[in-house]
């Protein structure tokens, strides 16, 4: 009978550790920022289209001969040149454009969703 019960115990608070770690994961993986790559080849961005959130950073790393640079529609934001196997980060802000394109090579253009 004993034993039952401690196995029981042992269960029962194996399931509440189990339930608390996973809690405790959750939030923060919720809170923690994530580096997006984004990669610059053949003229064009890969991804064309990224998901990110408010303090993830955005990192595009150029793959072409020639320069380019991640620059905001509006503006607001911009990466500067980015030379062959160099690459440069965003950090997301809230409100911040969410189109883009390459300022040497208009045609190429990127969206960020911002979830």
């Not at 303090?55 to 040149?81: K, S």
Request: aromatic share 6%.
């Amino acid at each position: 009978m004993a034993s039952k019960v401690i196995r029981r115990d042992l269960l029962v608070g194996a399931a509440a550790c189990a339930g608390a770690l996973a809690t405790s994961v959750n939030n923060g993986l919720a809170k923690t920022p994530r580096t997006h790559d984004i990669r610059i080849k053949s003229f064009e961005f890969e991804p064309q289209t990224i998901t990110v959130k408010v303090g993830d950073t955005i990192r595009w790393t150029n793959e072409d001969l020639a320069p380019h640079t991640a620059t905001a529609v509006a503006a607001d934001w911009d990466t500067g040149e980015i030379v062959k196997d160099d690459a440069r980060s965003i950090k997301v802000t809230e409100g911040m454009e969410t189109n883009y394109f390459c300022a040497f090579h208009p045609h190429m253009k990127g969206t960020i969703e911002l979830i």
